[in-house]
């Protein structure tokens, strides 16, 4: 079996996310997968989904600044700087990919 390069997958990632494209990011998630941040929990790809989209809808542009993937196994642990409307947001990423390169969590952590 190929190894995955999750290294790549997540740089995919934050680029569709801060393109907001939803279409292509929805290719990226498993049907059963789920999104927990600061202020969301959804579980399920159309939730996760809605829930990208509110995040999209609630601002103009969305730059990602990727400081740092470390990658174990399917499990990429990402430092990012996440810029909305020229606000800065430190953020640590943990992202779960199943055996078929495929989202099957992503779990992002608010720093100071």
């Given at each position: ?23 292509a990011l929805s290719e990226m998630f498993e049907e ?24 999209f809808d609630a601002f103009d542009k969305i730059r ?49």
């Amino acid at each position: 079996m190929k190894k995955l390069d999750i290294k790549t997958l997540t740089e995919k990632y934050f680029s569709l996310f801060e393109s907001k494209d939803l279409n292509a990011l929805s290719e990226m998630f498993e049907e059963e997968c789920s999104l927990f941040d600061w202020n969301i929990s959804a579980t399920g790809k159309h939730d996760v989904l809605d829930a990208n989209k509110g995040i999209f809808d609630a601002f103009d542009k969305i730059r990602v600044v990727v400081r740092n993937i470390l990658t174990d196994d399917n499990i990429s642990i990402s430092e990012i700087n996440v810029i909305t409307d020229n606000q800065r947001t430190p953020v640590v990423d943990v992202i779960t990919f199943s055996d078929s390169g495929k989202i099957q969590s992503v779990r992002a952590y608010r720093g100071n």
